[in-house]
């Protein structure tokens, strides 16, 4: 097994002869049409990157293809996926033959993608469930997404719902976010259980500890949500496009320059709350991504000031914590309610503002 957590691309060569009587079009749909597996996007890739060629000459996405045209397109594809049962330790906070819901510590991923093939919470489970050897998949993820608390879809759905595979991942939460996760361990039931995702049925409740103070107690946030213009890595309010999103939120405390903040989500967006909280002016702290890693409340003021680096110091990643699931279990019939403990570094970071 490789310990490489980043796998090299292979290399997918396409060789076309354009025959006479061929109508003018954009190289870049003509390819995307005639290539099995290639979408625009991957395609202009290859064009910004010099990897198409017609007539040995690198071409530009506007370039019309003409009859006798000679096309050599490289495209890049992932290596297959490899699910590796990993002796990971975990924290259970329930489980019975059905499913399971485990406590994730932040900076640990859910499940294997591109860029992080191994050490996440599926190589872990797989290993807690028996499996030793590693089970491989020939997908093409064109994309890896942290997604927060979103229902899988296309190959990832398939592949995390198959009976060759358990868990069932029917949710994610980000990275550096640390919470609850609920995970299927059975065929039948991940279908069930992604469908009361789907239906907005999961009770979820998020602590965070973020910059500044509200002007109320509590509100409701909603908005559409999509990638961001400015940094495509990022998501943001969109007053065009994007996917609806709701979000409720409580001020349970206030201190000087930050607050402690309940969110409960009424949908799954990539990011959701970490983009709400950061529309509203209040970016959770040590969230870089979103402008958390900045004293933006109390920095003109010295002991307060000296209070926010201490912050700082500690919180190396965004102070956002899933701490309550309730659903519906599938067999046993009767509604299900997990809540977990603040993590290490929420509590250190907590002390101070309340010192």
């Not at 965070?208 to 990022?234: C, D, H, Y």
């Not at 943001?236 to 409580?250: C, N, P, Q």
Request: charged share 30%; aromatic share 10%.
């Amino acid at each position: 097994m490789s310990t490489e957590n980043h796998s090299e691309y292979i290399e997918q060569v396409f060789e076309y002869y354009i025959p006479k009587g061929q109508r003018p079009e954009r190289i870049d749909s003509y390819l995307a049409r005639m290539t099995q597996n290639a979408t625009r996007t991957k395609v202009q890739k290859a064009i910004d990157a010099g990897r198409v060629l017609v007539n040995g000459v690198p071409a530009k996405a506007s370039r019309k293809v003409k009859p006798e045209d000679k096309i050599y397109c490289t495209l890049l594809k992932p290596p297959p996926m490899e699910l590796v049962p990993q002796d990971i330790p975990l924290d259970i906070v329930y489980e019975d033959e059905y499913l399971m819901v485990i406590n994730k510590p932040s900076g640990m991923v859910v499940h294997p993608g591109f860029g992080n093939r191994y050490g996440t919470v599926v190589n872990a489970v797989l290993y807690h469930l028996g499996k030793r050897e590693a089970i491989k998949f020939d997908i093409d993820d064109e994309e890896d997404e942290d997604d927060e608390n979103s229902e899988l879809s296309g190959d990832e759905g398939k592949i995390y719902a198959s009976d060759d595979v358990r868990p069932g991942i029917v949710h994610r939460i980000d990275k550096d976010t640390s919470g609850l996760l609920l995970l299927a361990k059975d065929a039948e039931v991940h279908p069930k259980l992604a469908i009361q995702f789907s239906n907005h049925t999961i009770k979820r409740e998020y602590w965070a500890l973020v910059w500044g103070k509200f002007p109320e107690n509590n509100g409701t946030i909603e908005s559409n949500i999509g990638r961001s213009m400015q940094n495509r890595k990022t998501f943001a309010v969109l007053k065009r496009g994007g996917k609806y999103a709701r979000t409720d939120y409580f001020v349970m405390k206030e201190f000087g320059f930050a607050s402690l903040v309940k969110y409960k989500l009424h949908t799954g967006r990539t990011h959701q709350i970490r983009v709400h909280s950061t529309h509203l002016h209040h970016p959770i702290i040590g969230d870089e991504q979103y402008g958390g890693t900045k004293i933006l409340y109390g920095g003109e003021i010295p002991r307060m000031k000296i209070k926010a680096n201490q912050c700082l110091k500690i919180a190396n990643r965004q102070l956002l914590h899933a701490k309550t699931i309730g659903f519906f279990h599938p067999v046993l019939k009767e509604e299900m309610f997990f809540e977990t403990e603040l993590p290490e570094d929420f509590r250190q970071v907590l002390s101070i503002l309340e010192a």
